[in-house]
């Protein structure tokens, strides 16, 4: 089947930049996204990136994708307390439907 | 312009009940999408409704079952409820055609089987 994993955990200094990486398995993904999940809350859509481009930025926010290694990653620069979350990677298969599949999460904590 | 909701927020059951949960896409979708995040896992995607057809499903058993409305809100219902069933569960909205890709989620309504 077709599988998205992250890193569990990263911890990062309050001013310093975080990178969550993401690998996915499916070549026909034509959009990879990165959620934002605070605790009991549900799935904030951060960004996305459509699979023919290299880079996307958004503000804080820096996504990377090599399609070649099939491999995703989320910067974020300047990190505030404010981004201490979950994150989660996803695609979005040509023939999904709108089926997202998720990787597992990644937890990011902030400390000051 | 509001956003999806979903009622309940919290919901206590017994092993063997049924239950039925509700999701309001956001101003202008048609188009809803179900999923089941266990805790510390990401969430899996259940089923989707469009024009008040279930259009795609994911691994999930029978007792897993859906409805939308001529104004696109959407039902999910379980039934036989395991204990493996308590989970958040969510849901989702998007516009069908161009926008299809973009998929909003509600808060989530957090289900516990005992």
């Known amino acids: 089947g077709e599988d998205v994993e992250q890193s569990l955990f990263l911890s990062v200094r309050e001013g310093d930049s975080s990178v969550i990486n993401c690998t996915y398995t499916?070549?026909?993904?034509?959009?990879l996204y990165w959620y934002k999940q605070e605790p009991g809350a549900g799935l904030q859509l951060l960004t996305y990136?459509?699979?023919?481009?290299d880079m996307k930025q958004d503000q804080r926010l820096t996504v990377l994708l090599n399609k070649k290694d099939k491999h995703l990653s989320l910067r974020i620069a300047d990190t505030q307390t404010g981004d201490s979350a979950i994150y989660f990677c996803a695609d979005f298969p040509t023939d999904s439907w709108g089926k997202l599949q998720f990787g597992a999460g990644t937890q990011v904590v902030v400390t000051p | 312009d509001a956003g999806v909701t979903q009622s309940p927020t919290h919901l206590i059951k017994t092993r063997g009940q049924q239950v039925t949960l509700r999701c309001s896409p956001k101003?202008?979708?048609?188009?809803v999408s179900w999923y089941q995040q266990a805790l510390g896992q990401g969430p899996q995607f259940i089923f989707q409704y469009y024009e008040e057809e279930e259009r795609q499903r994911g691994n999930f058993p029978d007792r897993f079952s859906g409805h939308q409305f001529p104004n696109y809100s959407s039902e999910l219902n379980v039934n036989a409820l395991l204990l493996g069933d308590s989970a958040l569960y969510l849901c989702a909205s998007s516009l069908e055609g161009g926008r299809a890709h973009e998929q909003y989620f509600g808060p989530g309504t957090r289900l516990t089987v005992t």
């Open positions: 101003s202008g979708h048609d188009t």
């Open positions: 990136i459509f699979s023919n481009m």
């Open positions: 499916d070549s026909s993904s034509t959009y």
